[in-house]
């Protein structure tokens, strides 16, 4: 009987090798306050100086999302207090933002669905405030570290939902590489507003602004959990006194939400035009840039040019990482579906815990090697799964000395082969005699036969080979 009614904000950081406005640093993790510099640290006089690459950036993600980027875009000023943002205001987009009126597509339980984003504009990230005991301390390293807004329509109808475009968002924002996007590192970081109305109803009710969630899970238990107080409110008839526009936060041990503050509206933050900065006219080549290739595309080719199929594409689209590995391996002039087995199932399987396909012990050159292997009949596919484990612990190990040191190289060497045929074949005159007169089927018998005498060693291709011209 009730509607969700949900719109996304998420803060991208950009990963770039300096700031929006200065050519202070960006790396993370670093001593506090190493990465600033007049201009982040609003000292009098300094200017800021846009970065071309943030820039660039920003368009690439509206190309991606079939947005309009606009040629002119500006930048004002958001005037608040915070100890963590020393000009006392954060140089962002308001009414004409580098990119508007984007789209993306979600899928859940097998429906399509087209979300509308309204919205994706630059801005500086502020700094970090550190609370400690009988301390607050200040970390400018963040402040001018470029972000990209992205405003969603409030288009999702369950937290499903917004998982989903959440997930996507994130892919493509990973393979057009434009952000790290790592969620514990709050490079990428996410604010729901929710809000329900009944079934049928067109206008928007009041929404709540859940802050900063960093993880898909908390996402998800933050909208379940503020539908269910808003709906409870709404039935006990305490809906006008309960759900009033605000920040909330969501509590990540009990897994409900709070009210952390009334929720500002924009007037509230004097807007104008920074004075420090020309509106950004984009040049041509700008809107020319041809960006890389996305998921979805991928995917496709993946499934049309290669032939691999759909379930198996979306493990290898599942992260760029993964997608590059695959690449890297296919770079080789390997069998792509050879290589889908060897990475999706048995190098996948090996990799746990700690080790992920980016820092796995076995690069995409390594694991080709082996493959190659594999298909030149060095060694047989049951040999390479040793051989994968072994090198997967001893990465100082080629594979090719993996082979050795476990003595798994296929017996190819014609002579030694035909030697033990001859064998099996006088031992076995009846059934040759029989085989000849037209039971085909003892075919299988004399490969078996020639193979447990060859204790596995021998590869089964040359068997067949040679024991098809003895046989006449
Ligand atoms: P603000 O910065 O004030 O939060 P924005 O325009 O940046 O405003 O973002 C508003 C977000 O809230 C958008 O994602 C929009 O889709 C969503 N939204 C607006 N009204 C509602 C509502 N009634 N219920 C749920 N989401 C809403
Ligand atoms: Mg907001
Ligand atoms: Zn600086």
Redesign the pocket.
């Given at each position: 009987m009730f509607e969700v009614?949900?719109?996304?904000?998420v803060h991208a950081q950009l990963n770039t090798k300096t700031k929006i406005f200065c050519s202070c640093a960006t790396s993370f993790g670093e001593e506090p306050n190493i990465n600033v510099c007049p201009t982040c640290l609003a000292l009098p006089g300094a200017l800021p100086v846009l970065n071309e690459e943030a820039v660039k950036k920003a368009i690439f993600f509206g190309k991606a999302v079939n947005a309009t980027i606009n040629k002119k875009s500006v930048f004002n000023r958001k005037n608040y207090f915070y100890p963590d943002l020393p000009k006392a205001y954060q140089i962002s987009q308001f009414d004409i933002p580098i990119v508007e009126n984007g789209e993306l597509f979600i899928n859940v339980n097998g429906e399509n669905k087209r979300i509308g984003i309204?919205r994706a504009h630059l801005e500086e990230d502020a700094g970090k405030n550190i609370h400690e005991s009988n301390f607050s301390k200040v970390d400018l390293n963040r402040a001018g570290t470029p972000l990209l807004e992205i405003?969603?329509?409030?288009e999702l109808r369950s937290s499903d939902e917004a998982v989903a475009y959440l997930k996507k968002l994130h892919s493509i924002i990973r393979f057009l590489d434009i952000s790290d996007a790592n969620m514990q590192e709050g490079s990428f970081r996410c604010d729901a507003?929710?809000?329900i109305r009944p079934k049928g109803d067109t206008k928007?009710?009041t929404?709540v602004?859940i802050k900063n969630l960093n993880s898909f899970r908390f996402i998800q238990k933050a909208i379940d959990y503020e539908v269910k107080r808003q709906s409870e409110a709404w039935e006990d008839g305490t809906y006008e006194k309960e759900v009033v526009q605000e920040t909330r936060l969501f509590d990540t041990s009990s897994l409900t939400t709070r009210s952390m503050r009334g929720k500002e509206e924009?007037a509230e933050y004097r807007y104008f035009p920074d004075p420090d900065l020309l509106p950004v006219l984009l040049k041509d080549e700008f809107l020319e840039l041809k960006i890389p290739e996305l998921p979805d595309e991928k995917k496709k080719r993946y499934m049309q040019e290669l032939g691999i199929k759909e379930s198996d594409a979306e493990v290898l689209i599942s992260s760029l990482e993964m997608s590059r590995f695959f690449e890297n391996l296919i770079a080789q002039n390997l069998n792509a579906k050879l290589c889908v087995n060897w990475l999706n199932t048995e190098l996948m399987g090996l990799l746990k815990g700690e080790l992920t396909i980016e820092n796995s012990p076995v690069d995409a050159q390594k694991l080709g090697n082996l493959i190659k292997r594999i298909e030149e009949g060095v060694i047989s596919a049951k040999a390479g799964k040793e051989v994968l484990a072994y090198v997967f612990e001893n990465t100082e190990i080629s594979i090719d000395e993996a082979i050795d040191k476990l003595g798994l190289k296929q017996v190819s060497d014609d002579s030694a082969i035909e030697v033990v045929i001859e064998k099996i074949l006088n031992e076995n005159a009846d059934k040759v005699t029989e085989y000849k007169s037209g039971k085909d089927k003892l075919f299988g018998f004399f490969v078996g036969q020639v193979m447990k005498e060859g204790k596995g060693a021998f590869n089964p291709a040359k068997v067949n080979e040679i024991l098809k011209s003895k046989l006449g």
């Open positions: 009614v949900i719109g996304l904000e309204t405003v969603s329509e409030p507003n929710v809000s928007l009710y929404r602004e924009a």
